[in-house]
């Protein structure tokens, strides 16, 4: 378990420093999310974006099974 927190800890940590050219990156506005803008409503739902990241950390975790 502390090995664990340790490796999430590091994660967040890489991800802070990288931030500013992550956030650069199209995740978050693919096709098929769904925005709904309106008067008194804004309503984001990143339904594309949620599969895609799936998809990517099944595919790093099956690598690290092996």
Do not use: C, E, H, Q
């Not at 378990?1 to 500013?20: E, R, S, Y």
């Not at 650069?24 to 803008?37: A, Q």
């Amino acid at each position: 378990m502390n090995k664990t927190l340790i490796a999430i800890g590091i994660a967040i940590a890489v991800i802070g420093v990288f931030w500013p050219w992550i956030a650069r990156l199209p995740v978050g506005r693919l096709p098929g999310d769904i925005i709904i803008d309106r008067p008194g409503l804004k309503l984001y739902i990143p339904v594309t974006t949620m599969i895609v990241i799936s998809v990517v950390i099944s595919v790093v975790l099956w690598i690290l099974r092996k």
